[in-house]
């Protein structure tokens, strides 16, 4: 079983929509938890970051951690062509311990 | 956001070629920088963890004396791939820790390596 778990997608979804990434994971010790973006053939760029359980808001971005469930989410409102990427869970332990990451789930935004 | 750069941001060279690449925090300082390999529609694969001033960390699996890292100061880590092969063809982005907000690691964009 991988640490992380993310479905790679393709999802499509068409302008305007909510979109719903998620994640799983398995070890219940990590405490920090991200969300990337990587366009094609670029590195990846930080969205968000949360501690432990519960929401955080930015802008058209909503992060959310359910540690009891081992589940987090990224939730993208009112989605835009420019969305259209790879998005890559990430977590780790602590501040200064290695990032696990998930596969990426390629979202496509169709005009 | 904080800015990290590699170079050269593609390389194409001969099998067995050494090739080096250069990651570099521009506004920020990074006591740990990291490099990863990423191939087609996969993760990132952790490769090594770079500390500034003391020798780099493998992950298991990954050949020290094929992929060399040199941590010489705070904004600059390079990785090169001595004698390289076909295999070796990847994408390698690095990222870098913010010394002063070490939840926060920015990547670089990337650098596309295909070995002929």
């Known amino acids: 079983q991988k640490e992380v778990e993310q479905d790679p997608g393709p999802l499509s979804v068409p302008e305007g929509a909510i979109v719903s990434l998620n994640c799983t994971y398995s070890?219940?010790?990590?405490?920090?938890f991200m969300w990337y973006r990587q366009y094609s053939r670029k590195g990846p760029e930080l969205l968000m970051y949360?501690?432990?359980?519960g929401n955080k808001e930015d802008g058209r971005f909503t992060a959310q951690v359910d540690k009891s469930s081992k589940y987090i989410s990224l939730f993208i409102r009112d989605s835009q062509p420019s969305d259209s990427a790879t998005y890559l869970c990430?977590?780790?332990?602590?501040?200064?311990?290695?990032?696990?990451f998930g596969t990426g789930t390629k979202l496509q935004v169709i005009p | 956001g904080a800015v990290v750069s590699q170079h050269p941001s593609r390389v194409i060279c001969k099998s067995g070629t050494s090739v080096k690449i250069e990651c570099r925090s521009l506004?920020?300082?990074?006591?740990?920088m990291f490099w990863y390999r990423q191939f087609p529609k996969q993760s990132l694969m952790l490769m090594a963890t770079?500390?500034?001033?003391?020798?780099?960390?493998?992950e298991q699996g990954v050949e020290k004396d094929k992929f060399l890292i040199n941590h010489a100061s705070l904004t600059l880590s390079t990785l090169t791939v001595t004698s390289a092969h076909p295999e070796d063809s990847s994408f390698y982005i690095c990222?870098?820790?913010?010394?002063?907000?070490?939840?926060?690691?920015?990547f670089g964009p990337g650098t596309r390596l295909t070995v002929l």
């Open positions: 990222s870098a820790r913010n010394r002063l907000a070490a939840n926060e690691q920015f």
């Open positions: 990430a977590m780790s332990l602590g501040g200064y311990q290695k990032v696990t």
């Open positions: 949360t501690y432990s359980s």
């Open positions: 506004d920020f300082q990074a006591t740990t």
């Open positions: 770079s500390n500034e001033g003391s020798k780099a960390t493998y």
């Open positions: 070890n219940s010790a990590f405490q920090y």
